[in-house]
């Protein structure tokens, strides 16, 4: 099941995300065959990350939810907010 994880930095955080960003990489290697799309959200200005987006392949919710908080950046605080929202692929078709 396909579930969309939408984070939310902390605001003046960027120096807490970057010193966690080959972590956070690392992680996201380690469970590259459950990873749609990964990335980060970007600011206003579209210069800095503001936040992450994922889309994950997993059995169920609690396996997205172990995921989310399993992040270094989650483990690292640096999210203000995350969103855990299950979605289907309509477009293009799998």
């Known amino acids: 099941m396909l579930f969309a994880l939408i984070c939310h930095d902390k605001p003046n955080q ?18 590259a065959d459950q990873l749609v799309y990964a990335g980060p959200l970007l600011d206003e200005d579209e210069s800095a990350p503001a936040g992450s987006l994922l889309v994950l392949d997993v059995p169920d919710r609690g396996s997205a939810e172990a995921f989310a908080s399993g992040d270094p950046y989650a483990r690292a605080g640096l999210f203000r907010e995350v ?12």
Request: charged share 25%; no cysteine; net charge positive.
């Open 83 to 94: 969103s855990i929202l299950p979605t289907r692929q309509v477009f293009p078709k799998a």
């Open 14 to 31: 960027l120096e807490l995300r970057m010193q966690h960003r080959p972590d956070h990489l690392a992680y996201l290697e380690a469970h």
